[in-house]
T-cell receptor, first 110, second 113 residues
Framework: GESVGLHLPTLSVQEGDNSIINCAYS??????FIWYKQESGKGPQFIID?????DKRQGQRVTVLLNKTVKHLSLQIAATQPGDSAVYFC?????????FGQGTELSVKP | SQTIHQWPATLVQPVGSPLSLECTVE??????LYWYRQAAGRGLQLLFY??????ISSEVPQNLSASRPQDRQFILSSKKLLLSDSGFYLC????????????FGSGTQLSVL
């Protein structure tokens, strides 16, 4: 079946390094993607989104890349900080509903 | 600015008891409203969504129901809770016509014992 999934369930990085979190999707008709950050015990927070007519979008310290050829989405976090430690979800707009992947836990080592 | 309120933050209920979780949104009109459930260490599962008062779409068959008695109020209910209803419940909203960009509440951790 169709799914939105993540390549790695956990990611550990050194403070100050760049982080890359990956996501694969299988529905080639999906036209909108979002990354969320969820800290323990809290609701997900919107980070950045991208439409399928774009390949790249940048925010503050974050960049989302979309490769429609291989149906791959990534979130890059520059100069990772301890406050970036959280679970990151990619989500796909599929027919008007937001479908979430399972999440990647990012751990930042001081 | 828009805000979303969800309560209670935690809830412990016995099996077979009823449930009512409430969510309200401020600062916007005619929002789309959603209920998601998140099992420990897993992703979010869409339970219900609503595009207007009294309009509820159910995504999965289950022991739960939802209602939208007012434009900015969304309620998740159950007549008799099951152990499997335990989880982290999240309410969310999006602008009418913009289904993708959701804004989430702080969640309710429900434990059914």
């Amino acid at each position: 079946g169709e799914s939105v999934g993540l390549h790695l369930p956990t990611l550990s990085v050194q403070e100050g390094d760049n982080s890359i979190i990956n996501c694969a999707y299988s529905n080639s008709a999906s036209d909108y993607f979002i990354w969320y950050k969820q800290e323990s015990g809290k609701g997900p927070q919107f980070i950045i989104d991208i439409r399928s007519n774009m390949d790249k979008r940048q925010g503050q310290r974050v960049t989302v890349l979309l490769n429609k050829t291989v149906k791959h989405l990534s979130l890059q976090i520059a100069a990772t900080q301890p406050g970036d430690s959280a679970v990151y979800f990619c989500a796909e707009n599929r027919g008007g509903k937001l479908i979430f992947g399972q999440g990647t836990e990012l751990s930042v080592k001081p | 600015s828009q805000t979303i309120h969800q309560w209670p933050a935690t809830l412990v209920q016995p099996v077979g008891s009823p449930l009512s979780l409430e969510c309200t949104v401020e600062g916007t009109s005619n929002p789309n409203l959603y209920w998601y459930r998140q099992a420990a260490g897993r992703g979010l599962q869409l339970l219900f969504y609503s595009v207007g008062i009294g309009q509820i779409s159910s995504e999965v068959p289950q022991n739960l129901s939802a209602s939208r008695p007012q434009d900015r109020q969304f309620i998740l209910s159950s007549k008799k809770l099951l152990l499997s209803d335990s989880g982290f419940y999240l309410c969310a909203w999006s602008d009418r016509g913009h289904f993708g960009k959701l804004f989430f509440g702080s969640g309710t951790q429900l434990s059914v014992l």
